[in-house]
């Protein structure tokens, strides 16, 4: 009979061990797969440049919040007895910038230029 | 008044980004739908009280890992979508490997480190705790699979900032995994 610290140790190491396998046959695989481009990658043009950076600032911004948000929500456990009420105002805060920023919702409902 | 007609296949063709992008959220309403019932069962059985045993600093630390995983699978779509497939190629393998990351701390840290402090899977809160991150672990597990799939397709000049849906769908996917673990982590590691 296994007790409870053996199916612990034995569940990490597995657990460890699948992630490690994972890793390292990624890792091999990216060896051998070469990076063609059908069409080659050409420099941006700047207004594409200038596009991508506005979209990369806009990801920056957001996990900064994120990251300040998260620390409220530590500080709300830590000093503040984990109040429910507040925990829960912060969870859906953060949520909600995920899924405006990150996920894009917005796109649903608006007519845009759309990829296939 | 003039009528223009659009051919079948044309008006199809053109609906299309819109339909797969009102499909995949349907997906994530469905599969939130799982989650909700884990946290409201969460909260039923236990109500606001929470085991000593969590380490508070350990679920911050995989929260924070979780989110900057986020940020580098959104900076992976917008490089592909500026055609940027360079950039592209090194966030989706950042993001694969802050997943693994994640993975190895719930699945390999916590849930040893839980047992260890006699929250167990068959009864009291342990019930709650390894349902809720093992059902999420799973979906993080997938998730990490999804991303070496479009890594390997986008190593191979699959995408394009005119074609790249598998990404959009992946990344998508990927920052949902992301708002389950918002709610997660304050129901299990931070009430008191």
């Known amino acids: 009979m296994i007790d409870i610290s053996q199916a612990a140790l034995i569940m990490g190491g597995l657990s460890l061990g699948v992630g490690l396998l994972l890793l390292a046959g990624f890792l091999l695989l990216t060896r051998f797969v070469e990076v063609e481009s059908p069409a080659p990658a050409v420099a941006l043009d700047p207004d594409q440049l200038r596009a991508r950076n506005r979209e990369y600032r806009r990801g920056l911004i957001v996990i900064v919040a994120l990251g300040i948000l998260t620390a409220v929500e530590y500080w709300i456990a830590v000093g503040m007895e984990g109040n429910l009420g507040y925990l829960a105002l912060v969870a859906v805060v953060k949520a909600g910038l995920i899924i405006a920023y990150f996920m894009k919702i917005a796109q649903l409902w608006r007519e845009e230029e759309g990829h296939a | ?192």
Do not use: C
């Open chain 2, 1 to 192: 008044m003039t009528v223009t007609a659009i051919p079948h296949g044309h008006a199809e063709e053109h609906n299309r980004p819109a339909m797969n992008r009102l499909g995949l959220w349907l997906f994530i309403l469905s599969e939130s739908m799982i989650f909700l019932i884990l946290l409201t069962a969460r909260f039923y059985l236990f109500g606001t009280s929470r085991p000593e045993g969590l380490s508070q600093l350990l679920g911050l630390g995989v929260t924070v890992i979780l989110l900057l995983s986020s940020l580098t699978a959104y900076l992976a779509e917008s490089s592909i979508a500026h055609d940027d497939r360079e950039s592209f190629l090194l966030y989706t393998l950042l993001t694969i490997i802050l997943g693994t990351m994640f993975l190895a701390g719930v699945v390999g840290l916590e849930w040893p480190q839980a047992i260890h402090e006699g929250i167990v899977p068959q009864r009291g809160f342990g019930i709650a705790y390894f349902s809720m991150t093992g059902m999420h672990a799973f979906h993080v597990l997938t998730g990490v699979l999804l991303l070496l799939v479009i890594y390997w397709n986008g190593a191979r000049g699959g995408f394009s900032a005119e074609k790249h849906w598998g990404v959009e769908a992946t990344v998508k996917y990927w920052h949902f995994v992301d708002v389950v673990w918002v709610f997660f982590y304050p129901a299990l590691y931070l009430l008191s």
